[in-house]
């Protein structure tokens, strides 16, 4: 088990406490973290930017996409947007994407005492290890 510490956006961090975001994505035009990092049973802790650790959950399986040609995206935004719980807007500026991880929330849990794990850099997704 490896564990990650991602940034969210508070309407992310929203849906994934009350259970609509059943599933994060991260997309990017380069190979970075978590793609090829994350797998089934790892521990995702949840940050807001600038703020502290609110929670975590466990990654019950992931899916990875190499160079997805638009009608994969297409066909993922068909079978899994819903899950995904993005905004209509998010679909708009990811025909470029070149790497597409996807994972599967399972065991939410909001901390009441956020763990000290200091981050004082930019990434979205740091493997802790």
């Known amino acids: 088990m490896t564990r990650h510490l991602a940034i969210f956006n508070p309407e992310a961090v929203e849906t994934i406490f009350s259970g609509d975001k059943k599933i994060e994505g991260r997309f990017s ?10 797998s089934a049973g790892d521990v995702v802790l949840i940050k807001l930017p600038g703020e502290k ?4 959950f466990l990654v019950d399986r992931v899916i990875y996409f190499d160079h997805p040609i638009l009608q994969e995206l ?3 935004k068909k079978k899994y947007g ?6 209509k807007t998010f679909w708009l500026d990811k025909e470029k994407v070149n ?3 996807l ?20 990434r979205p997704w740091v493997v802790l290890g």
């Open 53 to 56: 650790i609110v929670g975590q």
């Open 99 to 101: 790497f597409v991880t």
């Open 74 to 76: 297409a066909d993922l």
């Open 29 to 38: 035009q380069i190979k970075i973290a978590p793609y090829g990092k994350v």
């Open 103 to 122: 994972m599967f929330i399972k065991s939410v849990t909001k901390f009441i005492i956020a763990p000290q794990i200091p981050k004082r850099d930019l």
């Open 82 to 87: 819903k899950d995904m719980a993005l905004p």
